[in-house]
């Protein structure tokens, strides 16, 4: 199939009657290490829009509870959507392309656009994915491996492990298709230990704000970048710059959906290869990320795995879970294609 994607259809315009930020806590079933600490338990902030017509859609915050990978945090998001997003939002009359942001508060406004799309779809009664362009009912799963992490690998059929300096996974002959993610952590007086590692590609070796870094270690590995990646702009610049050959995409760090499927875009239009990757998502983000997955430029494998495999319990009746094959399912319903059960 050829990546070519088409125009996003207008889904019309909704009355937004009124605006709940809901705070979930989801222990993770095994805390999880990564070259930024120790991770035990999803902090979700969730927002639900409702309309006056009777709709209502669901996005998520993909912030974490500090910061660290990113800037925004938890808390700090909530307060953002609660007192400038919130207030913009209640009584006004909203359409997909101009739900209200707050400039450098990329993941608090994703969550509103999220949601905001979501009922639009759900009225449609358009699968969001389909609607932003999607073409895959399944996408190839992978399963994201913390430092120290020796649980069966199971259906997965590829794995990401986390690497830091003095720090980097051995790569059996035996194993599945490898990605060390690096999130930054190297310099290029150390990165060649990362390099040399033998990975199917390596994820962010250098700081995020290093781009002729990342184009000055040449093709001796394959070079994704994560941190790196903010809007299509960047995907632009890494490309110009032969920075990498692959873009990661997140919805939440890029700004919303809409702005994921411009970068998207954008990477198809230079020749890159996208995925999408995840957060530490419950079933809505991970609902939204599908949606991504489901593009025709996401050709590789998504950073995403079953819910099972981090949380007990989901905010959803039916968590997204892995097929035998190593596969999620794209959700096919009206909107994110879920039921949120809190
Ligand atoms: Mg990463």
Not at 14 to 31: A, H, I, K, N, S
Not at 158 to 178: E, L, N, Q, S
Not at 246 to 265: F, M
Request: proline share 6%; with cysteine.
């Amino acid at each position: 199939m050829t990546n070519e994607v088409a125009p996003l259809a207008d889904l019309g315009r909704m009355r937004v009657r009124g605006v709940d930020l809901v705070r979930v806590e989801l222990p993770l079933v095994t805390p999880i290490r990564t070259a930024l600490g120790v991770i035990a338990a999803r902090d979700a902030l969730l927002v639900r829009v409702r309309g006056t017509g009777g709709q209502e859609g669901w996005g998520e915050c993909a912030a974490e509870a500090a910061p660290g990978y990113w800037h925004e945090w938890t808390a700090g998001c909530e307060e953002v959507l609660r007192r400038f997003l919130v207030p913009q939002l209640e009584g006004a009359e909203v359409g997909a392309g101009d739900v209200p942001s707050v400039r450098g508060w990329p993941m608090a406004s994703a969550a509103v656009q999220c949601a905001v799309l979501d009922a639009l779809c759900r009225r449609a009664g358009v699968a969001l994915a389909t609607w932003l362009g999607g073409r895959r009912s399944h996408v190839d799963a992978t399963l994201t491996v913390g430092i120290g992490d020796d649980r069966a690998v199971g259906p997965y059929r590829f794995v990401k492990r986390k690497a830091a300096p003095g720090r980097v996974p051995v790569i059996g002959a035996d194993d599945p298709p490898t990605v060390l993610d690096a999130n930054g952590s190297f310099t290029a007086r150390t990165v060649d230990e990362l390099l040399a590692a033998g990975a199917w590609y390596v994820e962010q070796p250098l700081p995020a704000d290093d781009l002729v870094g990342h184009a000055a270690l040449g093709t001796a590995a394959t070079i994704a970048l994560d941190e790196s990646i903010r809007s299509a702009g960047d995907v632009r610049t890494a490309a110009a710059l032969g920075a990498c050959r692959i873009v990661v995409l997140k919805p939440g760090r890029l700004g919303g959906l809409l702005a994921t499927r411009a970068a998207h875009d954008a990477a198809v239009t230079a020749g890159l290869q996208a995925k999408v990757g995840g957060m530490w998502d419950t079933a809505i983000g991970r609902a939204a990320a599908l949606a991504v997955a489901s593009l025709p430029g996401c050709s590789l494998p998504a950073d995403l795995s079953g819910s099972d495999r981090y949380f007990d319990r989901d905010v959803v009746a039916e968590p997204p879970t892995v097929d035998a094959e190593g596969r999620l399912r794209v959700p096919a319903g009206p909107g994110l294609g879920i039921d949120v059960v809190l």
